[in-house]
């Protein structure tokens, strides 16, 4: 327990600080005409740092690349504590994303989860629960582009049910699904081998389509 609270303590200090860098950010391109928009990448897999998470930064990169404009940052939840939704949540590590979802900044979502069973992970679907608060009132994430990728142990391990399954939740949030350029036209697809991702290369450029719509997307909506 106290490690969880160590380290629901410091996600806290890093969303205060990832947001007050982002006001900065925003601060100086709205000085020069423009408006800075950050591209959240959510990975949902219970390991850390493994190959859903290198899939979702290949994304981010090329959605960086894109336009100056653009900035990435990745949230990995493996290792963390997510509860699905209830009427009333317990603390968890889910309050210290929050914000980041909230932020005016924010010009889109690309969200990743392995492929279990054919189905998204239980830690997805738990952080597709627990964005219920912004459905409310001027629900901040509606309008906004959100693109998905899935990993699995083969190359036909349920990939695209899971993308599916992700943007089609997302629409409750009032969120336009974004797929990939072609032929990466529904999202990103990639095939883990000996949690390797790197070496699927079809799966690798999908991730990154997907990353560079996303931004494209975000920067004609903005």
């Not at 990832?18 to 100086?28: E, K, M």
């Not at 997510?82 to 317990?90: N, R």
């Not at 054919?118 to 309008?143: Q, V």
């Not at 939740?169 to 095939?191: D, E, R």
Request: aromatic share 4%.
């Amino acid at each position: 327990m106290k490690a969880n609270v160590t380290r629901r303590n410091f996600l806290a200090a890093a969303g205060t600080a990832a947001l007050a860098a982002s006001a900065n950010t925003a601060h100086a391109a709205d000085a020069g005409g423009e408006k800075t928009l950050r591209i959240l990448g959510i990975a949902c897999s219970p390991r850390q740092g493994m190959s859903t998470a290198k899939a979702v930064q290949a994304a981010l990169d090329a959605a960086k690349a894109v336009n100056p404009r653009i900035t990435v940052e990745l949230i990995d939840l493996g290792g963390l504590s997510i509860a699905g939704w209830s009427p009333k949540p317990v603390p968890d590590a889910f309050d210290a994303i929050l914000p980041k979802l909230r932020d005016p900044q924010l010009g889109g979502l690309i969200i990743g989860s392995p492929s279990y069973f054919r189905s998204l992970s239980a830690l997805c679907k738990a952080f597709i629960e627990r964005c219920m608060p912004l459905r409310e009132g001027s629900m901040p994430l509606a309008d906004k582009p959100v693109g998905a990728l899935a990993v699995a142990g083969n190359r036909n391990g349920g990939q695209e049910l899971v993308v599916q399954q992700i943007l089609t939740a997302m629409l409750s949030y009032g969120m336009l699904p974004v797929g990939g350029k072609s032929p990466a036209m529904l999202g990103g697809t990639l095939w883990n081998t000996k949690d390797d991702v790197s070496q699927d290369e079809t799966g690798i450029q999908s991730a990154k389509l997907l990353g560079t719509h996303v931004a494209e997307v975000a920067l004609k909506l903005c």
